[in-house]
């Protein structure tokens, strides 16, 4: 049986039953993580940190580390909020999938529709990239498209004509092409549809019913938040202090997203099927299911030993890791990495928010899983 009929099977029957033996705590798993989690965060200087590990519905173990910017006296704690960089492509993707399944509109509807600036060298190619084609980071187009203007702090309302000089790699749908200004098109077609503001709509929808109490998007609600640890870049001379930037801000879906490690805690257990009430058994299963080969993935350092395949679903990247599924997404925005995964099988889930840009945390993270993997093969 594939992991991806066990995976759609479980959604189809309104519940996450957990399919490892009840035996199987990762307690101790838990307890190792987070003594290397602590050990490595020190060995590499990074300022602070957060993590969380979840199993069905409960929080097994949570721990954070270091400062909220370093030299710092405030500690990081389980409600310090983090920028989330590209996990925030998680909310979107359920967002636009929640209004998709109520037929606010549909995924076969081309993205010039919503914004009419939007079109390709070759008109007539632009207008076959669906918004489907978006929120499965397959539009065809070069990866990051822009993202070089976006980071000199263009203003997108200056950046999306210029889509008018791009020639696309490959037919809409047929590879992989990951996108941030072109996945936050998807911001238009839910205000339109909804008359609402995609932030309004995400803390509606999203942070409100599951209580995600310091979970909110934009600069402003993040430079509002009290509680909240600052970004560092790494330099020669170790790491800096740097402002919040605003320009990925500006993406909303893409980047937009601020949250605290109990906040995710809480969008760990819901993906996994704890809140059909919010996430239903169906739209689980449309966000995760496999689109196209993300064959890049297979490459990245600490986790290419692990990968016999990687798609990308609808703002959730699905992973082969040794044959079982894990459903993953990372990010990075100056100052910030964080990483969010779950694995339907084990019904066990873990989350790293950092205020560093340090590459531990994808050691951190493949570790865990590799463990993690190893002992439900032992469980039974």
Same mark, same amino acid.
């Given at each position: 049986?594939?992991?991806?009929?066990?995976?759609?099977?479980?959604?189809?029957?309104?519940?996450?039953?957990?399919?490892?033996?009840?035996?199987?705590?990762?307690?101790?798993?838990?307890?190792?993580?987070?003594? %290397?989690?602590?050990?490595?965060?020190?060995?590499n200087k990074v300022p602070g940190g957060a993590f969380v590990i979840v199993k069905d519905d409960k929080i097994i173990k949570l721990s954070t580390y270091g400062k909220r910017k370093k030299g710092g006296d405030l500690n990081v704690n389980a409600d310090t909020v983090?920028?989330?960089?590209?996990?925030?492509?998680?909310?979107?993707?359920?967002?636009?999938?929640?209004?998709?399944?109520?037929?606010?509109?549909?995924?076969?509807?081309?993205?010039?529709?919503?914004?009419?600036?939007?079109?390709?060298?070759?008109?007539?190619?632009?207008?076959?990239? %669906?918004?489907?084609?978006?929120?499965?980071?397959?539009?065809?187009?070069?990866? %990051?498209?822009?993202?070089?203007i976006i980071n000199a702090n263009g203003k997108l309302e200056k950046i999306i004509p210029k889509f008018s000089k791009l020639t696309p790699m490959c037919s809409p749908g047929k590879c992989y092409s990951?996108?941030?200004?072109?996945?936050?098109?998807?911001?238009?077609?839910?205000?339109?549809?909804?008359?609402?503001?995609?932030?309004?709509?995400?803390?509606?929808?999203?942070?409100?019913?599951?209580?995600?109490?310091?979970?909110?998007?934009?600069?402003?609600?993040?430079?509002?938040?009290?509680?909240?640890?600052?970004?560092?870049?790494?330099?020669?001379?170790?790491?800096?202090?740097?402002?919040?930037?605003?320009?990925?801000?500006?993406?909303?879906?893409?980047?937009?997203?601020?949250?605290?490690?109990?906040?995710?805690?809480?969008?760990?257990?819901?993906?996994?099927?704890?809140?059909?009430?919010?996430?239903?058994?169906?739209?689980?299963?449309?966000?995760?299911?496999?689109?196209?080969?993300?064959?890049?993935?297979?490459?990245?350092?600490?986790?290419?030993?692990?990968?016999?395949?990687?798609?990308?679903?609808?703002?959730?990247?699905?992973?082969?890791? %040794?044959?079982?599924?894990?459903?993953?997404?990372?990010?990075?925005?100056?100052?910030?990495?964080?990483?969010?995964?779950?694995?339907?099988?084990?019904?066990?889930?873990?989350?790293?928010?950092?205020?560093?840009?340090?590459?531990?945390?994808?050691?951190?993270?493949?570790?865990?899983?590799?463990?993690?993997?190893?002992?439900?093969?032992?469980?039974?």
């Open positions: 049986m594939s992991f991806r009929f066990v995976s759609l099977s479980l959604a189809l029957l309104g519940t996450v039953t957990p399919l490892v033996s009840q035996a199987t705590t990762y307690t101790d798993i838990s307890d190792r993580f987070k003594a %290397n989690f602590h050990q490595q965060l020190r060995a983090f920028r989330l960089a590209s996990v925030s492509k998680t909310f979107a993707g359920t967002l636009a999938t929640m209004l998709v399944q109520e037929g606010k509109f549909s995924w076969n509807e081309p993205v010039y529709k919503y914004v009419p600036d939007f079109t390709l060298a070759n008109p007539d190619k632009g207008r076959t990239i %669906n918004l489907g084609h978006v929120i499965g980071q397959s539009t065809g187009l070069m990866p %990051n498209s822009y993202d070089n990951y996108q941030n200004i072109a996945f936050s098109l998807i911001q238009q077609p839910i205000e339109t549809s909804t008359g609402k503001s995609y932030e309004s709509l995400v803390e509606e929808r999203i942070f409100s019913p599951l209580k995600m109490t310091s979970a909110s998007i934009g600069i402003d609600n993040f430079l509002a938040t009290k509680n909240r640890a600052e970004p560092h870049v790494k330099t020669k001379s170790g790491f800096r202090q740097v402002k919040v930037k605003s320009n990925y801000y500006q993406l909303a879906p893409a980047a937009g997203v601020n949250a605290s490690i109990s906040d995710i805690s809480k969008w760990l257990m819901a993906n996994m099927g704890h809140r059909p009430d919010v996430l239903s058994p169906l739209l689980l299963s449309e966000i995760t299911e496999p689109g196209v080969r993300t064959r890049k993935e297979l490459r990245r350092r600490d986790w290419r030993q692990y990968l016999d395949n990687a798609h990308y679903g609808k703002g959730w990247r699905v992973y082969d890791f %040794n044959g079982k599924e894990l459903i993953y997404h990372a990010g990075w925005v100056a100052g910030y990495v964080a990483e969010i995964a779950y694995a339907p099988e084990l019904n066990l889930g873990m989350a790293i928010l950092l205020n560093g840009e340090s590459r531990v945390i994808a050691e951190l993270g493949s570790q865990f899983w590799s463990e993690a993997f190893e002992k439900y093969e032992k469980s039974f």
